[in-house]
């Protein structure tokens, strides 16, 4: 009998092994239900095929090749990474809508023996679910925005409050990317529906009564835009802020971009797009600094003339309220679990 997700957690909490998408690859590279695995049915040139099949000729031909189709993708899954599979698997599948790709091959699995089940409405159910978290209900968990200019070590302390048993969500983690023009991270973003879809499983998962604490961020992470419920409820929330020295900020910097500081060019290319913020002079100083791996000198003047003025106009322009203040003297690793500590003893009961 095909399960029916009334939240977001059911389809964790039902005791299904496996989550399988049968949807083709463009489809599941746009969004899909987290953890799920990918075998498609009909690939992206097949799903086409069929669909105009549909619309040209008739459904009926449109089921028999489909059908066809998916017999022979079946039996490639089933001989390549469904072949270990003990008798007592259980999986969940899950297509489009719930209908014909899912169905067929739920009937497939059936017949090997194995207790397999799938989800009313597909994947528009588990989107409709997402959309109504993101965009629809107010957040019902209170929230706490972790702030501090760029290099207050925001992301590792949330990391620390973590590990105290705080509530957190690291919204740059399930972005992929650092929140700054440097923040490009390996594997690139998601699509916008799978980060609304990351976020709003995060939240789900949470204790409702109990504060959790957040980053502070633009409404944008990179390329993907916060989901507005959660935009609004971080515009309104509490604020506690990282103060620290920019030569404290500058030494954590330079750690933390390690990656990036190792890519010479990647790091001049990147540089090389502040051009229409600043004057060319600043620009070749910046660049100067980099070949020659003063890499601290680097971020103090990034943040001097670039990230600490902007950080300044955009608290203006939110018209945000004063933040209860952290001071922090040291960002060093040895340094953070008591910053967190300390931020954790801020937090409400």
């Given at each position: ?183 490009h991270r390996p594997g690139g973003q998601p ?159």
């Open positions: 009998m095909p399960v029916t997700l009334t939240r977001l957690t059911d389809v964790f909490e039902l005791g299904f092994d496996t989550i399988i998408d049968v949807r083709s690859p463009a489809e599941w590279a746009e969004d899909h239900i987290p953890g799920a695995i990918s075998l498609p049915v009909l690939d992206n040139d097949e799903r086409a095929r069929v669909g105009t099949i549909y619309k040209q000729d008739s459904p009926f031909t449109a089921r028999k090749v489909g059908a066809a189709l998916v017999a022979r993708n079946a039996a490639r899954h089933l001989e390549g990474p469904l072949a270990d599979k003990p008798g007592g698997w259980r999986p969940l599948v899950y297509c489009w809508r719930g209908g014909q790709r899912s169905g067929s091959f739920a009937t497939i699995l059936g017949q090997v023996g194995w207790r397999v089940d799938t989800v009313a409405g597909g994947y528009r159910s588990w989107r409709r679910l997402v959309a109504e978290a993101c965009y629809d209900r107010p957040l019902t968990q209170p929230l706490v925005v972790l702030d501090g200019n760029t290099g207050s070590a925001k992301t590792e302390v949330l990391a620390h409050l973590a590990a105290l048993g705080v509530q957190v969500i690291d919204l740059e983690a399930l972005a992929n990317h650092r929140g700054s023009l440097f923040g699509a916008q529906k799978a980060f609304e879809g990351a976020v709003a499983l995060a939240l789900a998962r949470l204790d409702p009564a109990r504060p959790v604490v957040v980053e502070a961020e633009s409404s944008k992470v990179g390329n993907l835009y916060l989901p507005p419920t959660l935009w609004k409820a971080m515009v309104a929330a509490p604020r506690i802020e990282i103060a620290a020295p920019r030569a404290a900020r500058a030494a954590y910097l330079a750690r933390a971009y390690a990656d990036l500081v190792a890519d010479p060019a990647e790091l001049a290319r990147v540089i090389n797009l502040l051009r229409p913020l600043h004057a060319a002079s600043v620009i070749e100083h910046w660049l100067a600094l980099a070949a020659a791996g003063q890499v601290q000198d680097l971020a103090a003047d990034l943040m001097a003339r670039h990230y600490d003025p902007r950080y300044a106009k955009k608290r203006e322009a939110a018209g945000q309220g004063p933040a209860r203040r952290v001071v922090a003297d040291d960002l060093s690793p040895a340094a953070l679990p008591a910053l967190a500590r300390r931020i954790a003893d801020l937090l409400p009961a």
